[in-house]
């Protein structure tokens, strides 16, 4: 424990459970304090997770000088208001996705990551996947050749979270399936390309389902369940084209609900190669002494994603790394969602600077 990197996480909702049993793994971190406005729900957290100090006020764990890094697992809305708040206090930052709420929210963050000269991670584990891992691999290698279109395609049935809660109030959330479930992919189809320039977008968004909430037919509900009494004014589906520099595009298709069976992958279609990842084994569509050929790429597996994460995150802080997902590339996410949601509001192209 006393060469540990003492953690505090705030917000010990569903995924500051995660964060806390994906430190446990790692050697080199300990997580010493908890904090959630929900008193019962953080003394159960507590006993659940071993942890002893518990604050009810963010503020009071920030003060808390045994404390290091903290990980940020709160509603979308408090994302840059506590990771400020945690950069002025001199703390390092595990931020949970979305980075914030808009562009402009996620590039306060970075300067006051840069006032502080801390460490900021973003939390895009998908990246930390197995397969991923390995596509990265491929793509740095060339065998994907140059790469000019990527599809993202993650469709539910019927799988809006929390219908009435922060999830489905954009007030709090920001938005539908598009910046709940989207960054992901987004972010790691741009990490894994190497496109990081989307130039402009046109997409759309429909809300069908959610409203009115009693009509809702499903069969489970994340984060549920529902409350009929709260809100939900966010969209369910959004799909469109994202351009890169006129040289590349990726197509989208994103929902929480919609009279479809449901899939989720990301395609990314290269001069050389093609693959697909998500769905089925990782195999390379391409070519090999003048004939198609299918290479089905072996990979390891049971790999953590989470635990790789906060791996990669202690290391950062302790100046062994750098961070697993940078801030600057998730306000470049963030540029992208909120210039989907203008053009879908404006029904019309919408440039990205
Ligand atoms: N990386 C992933 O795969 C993944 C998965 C789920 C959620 N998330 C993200 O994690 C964040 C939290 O989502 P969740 O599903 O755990 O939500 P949740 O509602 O289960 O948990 C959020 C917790 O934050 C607490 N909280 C609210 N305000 C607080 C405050 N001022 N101070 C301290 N605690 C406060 C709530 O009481 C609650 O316990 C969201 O940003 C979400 O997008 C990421």
Redesign the pocket.
């Known amino acids: 424990m006393a060469n540990q990197v003492k953690v505090g996480i705030?917000?010990?909702?569903?995924?500051?459970?995660?964060h806390a049993d994906a430190y446990a793994k790692v050697a080199d971190a300990g997580v010493v304090a908890l904090?959630?406005?929900?008193p019962d729900?953080?003394r159960e957290k507590g006993s659940r997770h071993g942890v002893e100090k518990l604050y009810?006020?963010?503020h009071d764990l920030l003060a808390d000088p045994e404390i290091e890094a903290v990980s940020?697992?709160?509603?979308?809305d408090?994302?840059m208001?506590?990771a400020v708040a945690a950069f002025d206090a001199g703390k390092h930052v595990m931020l949970?996705?979305?980075m914030a709420m808009s562009t402009a929210q996620g590039m306060a963050i970075c300067a006051a990551r840069d006032r502080a000269g801390k460490v900021l991670q973003m939390?895009?584990?998908?990246r930390q996947r197995d397969e991923a891992q390995v596509l990265k691999e491929l793509i740095d290698n060339g065998d994907l050749g140059d790469i000019y279109h990527i599809r993202v395609v993650l469709t539910r049935r019927r799988g809006i979270?929390?219908l009435g809660?922060?999830?489905t109030t954009k007030a709090r959330?920001g938005g539908g399936p598009l910046?709940?479930i989207g960054v992901?992919y987004f972010d790691l189809t741009m990490w894994l390309s190497g496109l990081w320039n989307p130039t402009a977008v046109s997409a759309t968004i429909y809300s069908k389902f959610g409203s009115p909430m009693e009509n809702y037919h499903y069969v489970s509900m994340?984060?549920g369940p529902p409350d009929f009494s709260g809100v939900f004014d966010v969209e369910d589906y959004a799909c469109g084209t994202v351009r890169f520099g006129g040289k590349a595009s990726m197509n989208f298709d994103v929902s929480w609900a919609a009279n479809t069976p449901g899939e989720c992958y990301a395609e990314i279609l290269g001069t050389k190669g093609g693959v697909r990842m998500g769905s089925g084994p990782l195999t390379l569509l391409t070519e090999f002494e003048d004939r198609l050929a299918d290479i089905k790429v072996q990979h390891s597996t049971g790999t953590d994603p989470?635990a790789a994460e906060m791996t990669k995150y202690i290391a950062a802080v302790r100046g062994e790394g750098p961070p697993a997902a940078t801030g600057e590339e998730g306000v470049i996410v963030m540029k992208l969602i909120d210039a989907i949601y203008q053009s879908a509001h404006e029904g019309r192209e919408v440039a990205i600077d």
Not at 35 to 38: S, V
Not at 123 to 126: N, R
Request: hydrophobic share 40%; with cysteine; proline share 7%.
């Open positions: 705030i917000g010990v909702g569903t995924i500051g459970s995660v904090c959630d406005i929900l729900r953080l009810e006020n963010y940020v697992c709160v509603p979308n408090l994302h208001e506590i949970e996705k979305p939390g895009m584990v998908t979270p929390g809660g922060w999830f959330s910046i709940d992901h994340w984060a989470f």
